[in-house]
């Protein structure tokens, strides 16, 4: 037990804290900024703006989130999740083109953003079925 | 099991923040779970109406008459925002506390003040009325300003009163989904 405290104290303290910079614009050497919007953003093709939204709200309140905020015009959702941890997701609505509506999805964990493709496909997984329709990736 | 998962998670993503630790958490945090149509039927209600608006106010009054403050509403969405804080400590807790740290000599927390958060979403169901979904979390902080807690409330009772004082409000009886 000791020891684990040891080398976690350890890591902590060779890694030190990110510079703000970092913190602030989120820089990743693994994914540019193109990568990270394909990982979250998906088409679906709908004209329906409203529809989307109160989907993506039902949907976030299926997985567990208590709304923060929710605005038709500007079409944002932001929703917190609390289960031992606290997860802020922010959903963007926007019409793209004729009949094509783009999901935008970000997160953060605790104090981490998320990354990964895996938790926003699990996303898009569960939105589609509160669609009735298929998510398609941004071209 | 799940619980020491979140714990190791929580404390190798201080010190490994881009670790894959955090992105397994995400990934089932935003994974539909088996039990969510059984949370979503206990938090949901099937009115009788047509008229969205007015559940949604009728929604607010309940709101206030729990004594929550309304932080943010979108109608055009049927939404409102509202929040709550309140004591949390417990005579018994506090006791408990002090006992085990004057015998073990470390320190003495106990929990002090809570914050109690609540979204209602309604949506029109056509001709077969209107549902009404509410959702209810918490956050705890103890003596020392640290989170002792953060958590849904999933207590199917609270849901149940919250839905008998909507139904008097609207004169509307509240059906299952």
Not at chain 1, 79 to 90: C, E, I, P, V, W
Not at chain 2, 5 to 25: F, R, Y
């Amino acid at each position: 037990m000791k020891q684990w405290v040891l080398s976690v104290a350890l890591v902590a303290a060779l890694q030190g804290c990110a510079p703000v910079h970092d913190q602030v614009l989120d820089t990743s050497e693994t994914q540019t900024q193109l990568q990270m919007r394909e990982v979250q953003s998906r088409t679906f093709e709908t004209n329906d703006k409203e529809r989307t939204m109160r989907a993506v709200i039902a949907t976030l309140q299926d997985l567990g989130f208590v709304l923060d905020k929710a605005d038709l015009i500007m079409g944002t959702v932001s929703a917190t999740k609390l289960d031992g941890y606290a997860m802020r997701m922010t959903v963007s609505v926007r019409p793209r083109g004729e009949g094509k509506m783009v999901v935008r999805a970000n997160a953060q964990m605790n104090t981490t953003p998320v990354t990964a493709p895996a938790p926003y496909q699990s996303f898009f997984r569960a939105l589609e079925r509160s669609m009735f329709l298929a998510a398609h990736s941004v071209d | 099991m799940r619980r020491l998962l979140i714990l190791v998670c929580a404390s190798l993503s201080l010190c490994c923040p881009l670790s894959g630790c955090v992105n397994e958490m995400a990934r089932e945090a935003l994974t539909l779970q088996p039990e969510a149509l059984e949370q979503r039927r206990i938090q949901t209600r099937r009115f009788e109406t047509t008229n969205e608006h007015e559940l949604l106010t009728a929604s607010l009054e309940v709101l206030q008459d729990l004594g929550f403050a309304v932080d943010e509403t979108e109608p055009d969405l049927g939404l409102i925002v509202a929040s709550k804080n309140r004591d949390a400590s417990s005579t018994g807790e506090m006791i408990g506390a002090f006992v085990i740290g004057a015998a073990s000599d470390s320190r003495v927390t106990y929990n002090v003040e809570q914050k109690i958060r609540a979204s209602v979403v309604t949506k029109g169901l056509g001709k077969t009325g209107t549902s009404v979904r509410v959702t209810f979390q918490r956050v705890v902080w103890n003596n020392l300003g640290e989170i002792s807690a953060n958590e849904s409330l999933d207590e199917p009772k609270l849901y149940q009163e919250f839905f008998a004082k909507l139904s008097k409000s609207v004169f509307l009886t509240a059906f299952d989904i």
